[in-house]
């Protein structure tokens, strides 16, 4: 019998590649989004509901069963967006995970897997950060990524649902929404550069970021599927372990569309962090390990977004 998992978001950037993924390896999926902000329309020989996690009375009427465990994705993802429009991450994040975590009790499924965020860590006094690292969050998304893990280790434990937080770094590659400017430092350096020579960045050159590839992140997520008794009830890290700086990443994407470009400062971002990247040692503890150096991944999405 085919193993049975719903991804919320499932129609999203990381979503929409776990799913396909599944898929493959013979995996019954079930998409539960709103369809606000999807990459994917459809996803061939996958359920799709249309649902909005943020009305726990319209997901009580959803029917599934059997299923073994919750893939949860959907979110508000982007820091500066949290600034203009606070109230949605709470409505979105934190009563969506709610929302969520009530219908995984309601509908007997007994594991949660949460995507989070390394923004929950805030700016740190050391840039190496891991699980064990004081939280302190700078934009009202972190806040309420933040928000959502305690309520899970709460509420998943009153419940007894299994859970798995991982707090995911910058991710980018083939599939991320290029028409986005407020999230996906990568996604939004690629554009920049091919169509510009003088880079305006809002912050300093010298803030740094870990950068994971798009299927790293995708079968990290797999693994935790798969390796219950390794990752019951923990958060992870999913990072590279490596720090890019801002201003390598501009020149590395330069490089690779043969041009000069000049970049200048233009204030800042609102809840931007300087730096910090990720020990990724308890993940790996695992057995999981990230393929992608960051070389190898950007030719991957620049190859991408150059068709």
């Not at 998992?5 to 539960?32: A, M, W």
Request: glycine share 6%; hydrophobic share 35%; net charge positive.
């Amino acid at each position: 019998m085919k193993k049975k998992v719903l991804i919320t978001g499932g129609l999203g950037f990381i979503g929409s590649k776990i799913c396909e993924k599944l898929l493959k390896q013979n995996y019954e999926v079930i998409i539960l989004d709103n369809f606000y902000s999807n990459i994917k329309k459809k996803i061939p020989n996958c359920k799709l509901v249309k649902g909005d996690i943020t009305n726990f009375s319209s997901l009580k009427k959803i029917k599934v069963k059997n299923i073994d465990s919750v893939i949860h994705l959907a979110a508000q993802s982007s820091g500066p967006k949290s600034f203009l429009h606070p109230a949605e991450d709470i409505n979105i994040n934190i009563i969506g995970t709610i929302n969520i975590i009530k219908f995984c009790n309601l509908k007997k499924i007994k594991r949660l897997i949460f995507s989070s965020s390394f923004t929950v860590y805030g700016n740190p006094i050391m840039p190496i950060v891991s699980e064990t690292d004081y939280c302190s969050p700078r934009s009202f998304y972190a806040v309420s990524k933040f928000a959502c893990e305690n309520y899970i280790k709460l509420l998943c434990n009153k419940y007894k649902i299994d859970w798995v937080i991982l707090r995911l770094f910058n991710v980018y590659g083939p599939g991320q929404d290029m028409t986005r400017m407020d999230q996906g430092i990568v996604s939004i350096f690629l554009k920049l550069v091919k169509k510009n020579n003088i880079i305006k960045i809002t912050g300093k050159k010298d803030r740094f970021r870990d950068l994971i590839f798009i299927e790293d992140v995708v079968n990290a997520f797999i693994h935790c599927l798969q390796k219950k008794k390794n990752t019951k009830n923990e958060i992870f890290n999913l990072g590279t372990g490596k720090k890019t700086y801002i201003h390598e990443i501009i020149k590395k994407i330069a490089i690779l569309y043969n041009k000069k470009v000049k970049i200048k400062e233009i204030g800042v971002t609102p809840g931007d962090i300087h730096g910090c990247y990720s020990d990724s040692s308890k993940l790996k503890k695992t057995g999981f390990y990230c393929k992608f150096s960051f070389d190898k991944g950007l030719k991957i999405f620049k190859e991408w977004f150059d068709k």
